[in-house]
């Protein structure tokens, strides 16, 4: 996957371009484990609620190029109390992910409202819907089935993946996917700001 994204990225004019990557979703269903698990390799132990938004960054070298690819991470609150708050954080998104627990079903109906507002606020940005807390499939938690999950993408036209943030499975994967989606989207106009922040 690496491979690919280095040759999306090396087909830019922009030497090292920097990527603003959304991640939305209901509240607890492990945005910001997920943002902790690509950034530093764990999730802390304890769960601190998201006000507003976290910002967190990551950088991926290439080794055959020299040359890097830089993801911000805009990791929104999933409150409604944040709802008023939210809209401007999508602006200038060049990928998202919109994340939902495979353990809960009510995230998974909440779906279609996150979607809706991404594409409100930033209607050209492709994304990536993630079912997170694969690790809980073995103690029979799963209320959300990947036949579900892949019908709800398809009906979207968008990739499915499944993560585990506690167990860093699938995590850098799901970010590289997002930012060789938003390497190769068709709309000129993003490939002018991938420098811009």
């Known amino acids: 996957m690496l491979n690919e994204l280095e040759v999306s990225a090396s087909a830019l004019a ?30 802390p132990g304890t769960y601190d609620l998201t006000v ?24 929104l609150a999933g409150q409604d109390r944040f709802s008023n708050i939210r809209d401007s954080f999508y602006k200038g998104s060049h990928a998202a992910l919109v994340v939902f ?18 594409k409100h606020n930033s209607p050209q940005t492709p994304f990536i819907l993630v079912g997170n807390k694969s690790d809980k499939t073995n103690d029979d938690l799963r209320e959300v089935t990947i036949d579900e999950a ?17 167990n ?14 938003a ?7 993003r490939d002018s700001r991938l420098m811009a922040y």
């Open 168 to 181: 860093n499975d699938n995590v850098e994967q799901v970010f590289q996917t997002a930012a060789k989606l």
């Open 14 to 43: 922009v030497d090292n371009p920097i990527l603003k990557i959304t991640i939305s979703g209901n509240g607890a269903v492990g945005k910001t484990s997920l943002c902790t698990s690509l950034t530093h390799g764990f999730i």
């Open 52 to 75: 507003g938004c976290d910002i967190h960054n990551k950088k991926f070298n290439f080794n055959t190029t020299n040359k890097s690819l830089s993801m911000v991470l805009w990791d």
């Open 101 to 118: 627990d495979i353990t809960s079903r009510g995230s998974f109906y909440d779906v279609n409202q996150w979607i809706r507002e991404l």
């Open 183 to 189: 390497l190769t989207h068709n709309n000129p106009k």
């Open 150 to 166: 892949q019908e709800l993408a398809k009906k979207y036209g968008v990739p499915y993946m499944e993560t585990s943030a506690k």
